[in-house]
């Protein structure tokens, strides 16, 4: 049973270029969350996805980020124009539709391993 | 704004010994929180989930507590062996937050042999 699934692992990206990341989610899995860790910080929410549909992207900046889940494939996280601040690990977690069948399990976010961006 | 905080000084235990871990809340009642696990250059591994209706879980050399009056959780790892050395997280869901998930900052574990 596969877990949740990133790539690439590492990127590398100049300043002013673009970065994308990519998630696939546990089986079973219909939502999907991102959050970014930075250097000596927490985990910070981001946005929260589902197929085709953007349920909260509270945590996301104004400018050059965007998220989508595709009906089919993974979901992507986006980011224009590249600069050094953007540098940090990047999570991806999902869950099943919370509250299916009231199992307390249903609550739970499973994390990928994460892809780390570098902006030189 | 809602806060969770856990003590970012690293713990360091000798072998056998109980570690405890504290994660508090402010400005908001989680619904449930989180405990994960994370090592270097690696994602969270998620290790136990309770709700504010129960006072205590545990699973295997793990224990954890909820005092809502407190607006605290407690982690135990219990006989502590080097292999649970890693960085802790704790993470909570608000009622009115969605989904997403709040986390602390972490608290690093170092068990000694």
């Known amino acids: 049973n596969a877990g949740v699934m990133q790539n690439p692992r590492h990127l590398v990206r100049r300043r002013g270029q673009e970065a994308r990341l990519r998630c696939s989610p546990m089986k079973g899995h219909s939502h999907v969350y991102w959050y970014r860790q930075l250097p000596e910080e927490g985990l910070k929410f981001m946005v929260y996805?589902?197929?085709?549909?953007?349920?909260?992207e509270s945590g996301m900046p104004k400018e050059r980020f965007s998220a989508e889940f595709p009906k089919e494939g993974p979901s992507i996280l986006r980011i224009q124009q590249v600069v050094r601040g953007d540098s940090a690990a990047y999570f991806c977690?999902?869950?099943?539709?919370?509250?299916?069948?009231?199992?307390?399990?249903?609550?739970?976010?499973?994390f990928g391993p994460g892809t780390r961006l570098t902006v030189l | 704004s809602q806060k969770i905080e856990q003590n970012s000084e690293a713990l360091n235990i000798q072998e056998g010994k109980t570690a405890t871990l504290t994660c508090n809340y402010t400005?908001?009642?989680?619904?449930?929180l989180q405990w994960y696990r994370q090592d270097p250059g690696r994602g969270p591994v998620f290790l136990l989930l309770i709700r504010e209706n129960e006072k205590e879980k545990r699973k295997e050399r793990l224990k954890v507590t909820f005092d809502t009056t407190l607006k605290q959780s407690l982690f135990h790892i219990t006989a502590s062996q080097p292999a649970d050395s890693a960085t802790y997280l704790c993470a909570s869901r608000g009622r009115a937050a969605g989904n997403k998930l709040t986390f602390g900052g972490g608290t690093r574990v170092l068990v000694k042999p």
């Open positions: 996805l589902q197929k085709e549909n953007i349920i909260d």
């Open positions: 977690a999902s869950s099943e539709a919370p509250g299916t069948s009231g199992r307390m399990s249903t609550d739970t976010q499973y």
């Open positions: 400005n908001y009642s989680p619904a449930y």
